[in-house]
């Protein structure tokens, strides 16, 4: 499956943005997707996952209670919605996808879209 995020940008401290991963290639409804991010200097970290069918959400504690991941199947989309955003939130964005069930080990992905670039002003 070929993945590839879009919806990144500046954002001032407090306000939100929504990121979008469009799949392509081969069934969505079967990959468990999940969000990464990578800040300058620091390791790739897990931000959000999600099932094939769009239950068991996880969130890393740095994402829960401001981030929210969704899919859409029908559309072959899954979405990141990052509210209360925070300047420590700036990083590159992937997301990446696996079969089954979502996972916050990058590791078990084998699927990742190309980034997209969050960058959080105070």
């Known amino acids: 499956v070929q993945l590839q995020a879009f919806g990144g940008g500046l954002v001032q401290a407090g306000g939100s943005l929504r990121l979008s991963c469009a799949a392509s290639g081969r069934p969505f409804s079967s990959y468990g997707m999940g969000w990464f991010r990578q800040a300058p200097g620091k390791e790739l970290e897990f931000v959000a996952t999600?099932?094939?069918?769009?239950?068991?959400?996880r969130y890393a504690d740095s994402a829960k209670g401001r981030f929210t991941i969704s899919r859409n199947n029908a559309k072959n989309t899954v979405y990141l919605q990052m509210n209360s955003l925070k300047p420590e939130d700036t990083a590159v964005y992937y997301c990446?996808?696996?079969?089954?069930?979502?996972?916050?080990?990058?590791?078990?992905?084998?699927?990742w879209g190309q980034g997209t670039q969050v960058t959080v002003s105070s």
């Open positions: 999600i099932s094939w069918s769009g239950g068991s959400p």
């Open positions: 990446a996808a696996r079969k089954g069930y979502g996972s916050s080990w990058y590791g078990d992905y084998d699927n």
